[in-house]
């Protein structure tokens, strides 16, 4: 078993998501990436073959990584009680939300890690996130690449991105925010699901296509990085707006 | 063919020199790796399988670095015309000679590949660079790994390698947000009056004492940099809910 130093403890609280992985040898790489840098919790969302011999073998010393990792059904159950989710992507075309670079994610996701679980998620190799998968990321994290060919291997992407966690784990890390809890995926999911249910029937959103809109108030609350307090006042609004007004005679 | 932007032209005075490397995957995940960061000159020395149908498969779209790669006899032939050498180690007990970590490591073949041709070598899978070969070498660089598993998959060392070069050499600034506008001072200010309005209308605001409510808000859509569509929806969600609900008996 890999006990990270005291130095790099926010990496035990990081866990790797592969969601949908094809090729079994790149679930291997992965652990070996990972292992190499000091990560050791890696979950699978529906890979097409684990375990595997591929995987095995090109685990090479990883075997440990490998044996203990989660096989989940969905990628919600992969990101449960995480504070932060990040997502990589490739398709700066898909992306209203800001973006962060691959070593200003790392250490945003390493500063976060000090207080709670973090995931961060790739897809599959040939279609990467869906927008479904991508809609559960707070920060979509890119890696400068040669825009003529910017397809990094599975195993590659995962090692550059271990290699970022730790040297930002290494390195002192950002700010923190106080004693702030921050909202956890499901409390977040709450509120988005309160904040639908409000707009539609205020006559706001149309029921029957919502979502350009939602993903509109979902990509302002994940660049905000919600508290879990901030969550309880805007529900709370939410509540009293939707109360019956009924003009108070004085 | 991959042409550098004049920003990373260093990159094309760069050469990624593999010597004796034993499996041809990791040649063709090598030259994958070097292309997604717009490098192209691969040189190897006495490679067991080249070409091969393994290295082909795992260049994926980089089949035009494998075409282009040098075969050569022995290093010092690849390192004809540098005028610095770096070699990748995970050995410390080897070096005699201080090493430079990865990222400031690239950065110096990068700051020299501005005035000459400059190499940088990675040696076999499983015995890495010789003493002789690392005599060849100006600059060892060491990659910050596990101390209790350290072996990268060569591959994956490649791209990493190439990924730190590539920033090095092009400094990409931070994340931009795209053509989406920011709001203004005073978009923003109008939201929180509007916001303010509301929230006392509908009761959920002490309008005595409205400021520590107000204050989390403020808080909140500060981190989140808000844009202009943003203010107008949140603006528009605001004028709904304010909407009477039960018709007024006059």
Redo the contacts between chains.
Sequence with gaps: M?SPSPLIRPLARIRIVLSHTSHPGNIG?AA??M????LSRLALVNPKYFPDAEADA?A???ADVLEQAVVCQSLAEALRDTVMVAGMTARRRD??L???????GAAQLVGVAAQGEVALVFGNESSGLSNEELSLCHLPI?????P??????L??AV??MC?EL??AA?LPGEAPRGELALATMEEIEGLHAHLEK??IA???LNPAQPNR?ML??RR??A????ER??VS?LR??LT??E?????KKS
Tied chains: 1, 2.
């Design positions: 890999n790489a070996r990436a292992k190499t840098m000091g090109r090479s010393g990883a992306l209203a800001p973006f962060s670079w691959a070593r200003q890119m890696i400068p690449a040669n003529d060919y910017s397809s990094l291997n195993g590659a090692q550059l290699y730790r040297l290494e409000s707009a205020s006559g706001f809109l509109r108030f302002l609350f660049r905000a990085g919600l307090e901030e006042i709370g609004l009293t707006f109360k019956p007004k009924i003009r």
